[in-house]
């Protein structure tokens, strides 16, 4: 029954492939410019026609991947045909508000692998190995490193930390190339770095500046991380099952899918590294504070991202 069915779907996908990709193409040039009236009138045919498409993958062979892509085709047609008019700045807020909540809740499994592998392991035995010279000194001479911070005008230091955390969580999406082992590398190493410095800040007496220094800026930082990698995640699975389709569609087509999770992620590491620059080291502000500045702003970014009813639902 399976292959007969699996059989079915590729006759399916080979006799109505070339008009869903010339839909995406249209799509796509409509979302990055105007189309003559005449493609626009065939991008609304094909799209009527790749609608009655998906109506028949949802009742022939439902939860196959032709669903899925066809799913993501005609939404994204419908996006181009109708979307609100006002500019550059309509389609980024709409990115951010409507696509990057769908995309975190339509892959919450990758989300969920990505955390677990965050987790922190405190294992004082690797501080030897992975936290730096610098770092063990001044917990030896029971001294807090982050000073410096206070320094530099918030816009400099700010600017240098938000290029960092950009590079590590851009490096944790593009790894899922890797079928994932690359970002499951960054995401264990990055939680036993954090766990071996606080094991080690523990045993020097050090462990309270530290946690009142990470708690403004490290709630809202480890979530973009996590964000960052479940979209990595979201192309391993393209790369590890590609489906009835090429590897490399289903690798595009995944990395489309994934990109609104990098469009929440840049903002808020933008955000968080003024914080981190800035309320982080303030010696006047007590940890409590800084710990109800982390938890709000971490709230608030999963409450915005998990509110129910924000998904996007293709058109029927």
């Known amino acids: 029954m399976t292959g007969a069915r699996t059989r079915n779907v590729g006759a399916f996908v080979r006799a109505r492939r070339a ?9 796509a040039r409509a979302e ?25 993958a949802r009742g ?3 939860g196959s991947d032709a669903e899925a ?6 939404a994204r047609a419908y996006g181009a045909l109708y979307r609100p008019h006002g500019g550059s700045a309509a389609l980024v807020w709409r990115v951010l508000r409507v696509e990057a909540p769908a995309a975190v809740r339509g892959h919450l499994r990758a989300l969920a692998l990505a955390a677990a592998l965050l987790a922190v392991a405190l294992d004082p035995s690797a501080a030897e190995l992975l936290v730096p010279e610098q770092v063990r000194d001044a917990i030896a001479a029971r001294q ?34 890797t079928a994932g ?9 990055n939680g036993l770095l954090l766990g071996a410095v606080l094991a080690l800040a523990a045993q020097g007496g050090m462990a309270g500046p530290l946690l009142a220094f990470v708690a403004a800026h490290g ?20 790369v590890i099952d590609p489906g009835e389709w090429p590897r490399g569609a289903a690798v595009a087509a995944a990395g489309r899918a994934a990109a609104p999770l990098l469009a929440i992620v840049v903002p808020a590491l933008a955000l968080i ?19 109800a500045v982390g938890l709000a702003l971490a709230g608030a970014l999963w409450a915005f991202l998990l509110a129910p009813g924000r998904a996007l639902r293709p058109p029927s």
């Open 19 to 27: 008009g869903w990709e010339r839909l995406e193409a249209l799509a």
């Open 32 to 56: 990055s410019g105007r189309l003559p009236l005449g493609e626009v009138r065939e991008l609304d045919r094909l799209y009527r026609r790749a609608a009655g498409d998906l109506a028949f």
């Open 60 to 62: 022939a062979f439902p």
């Open 69 to 74: 892509h066809l799913a993501q085709v005609t």
């Open 144 to 177: 807090m490193w982050t000073g410096h911070l206070l320094r530099v005008a918030p816009g400099v230091s700010g600017s240098a930390i938000a290029h960092n955390n950009l590079t590590v969580a851009g490096l944790a999406f593009a790894l899922g190339l």
């Open 181 to 189: 082992l690359g970002t499951a590398v960054l995401l264990v190493t």
């Open 219 to 238: 709630p809202t930082e480890l979530s973009a991380l996590v964000l960052a990698a479940q979209g990595g995640f979201v192309l391993a699975g393209a």
């Open 273 to 291: 590294a003024l914080v981190e620059s800035s309320v982080s080291p303030a010696p006047g502000l007590p940890g409590w504070a800084k710990g």
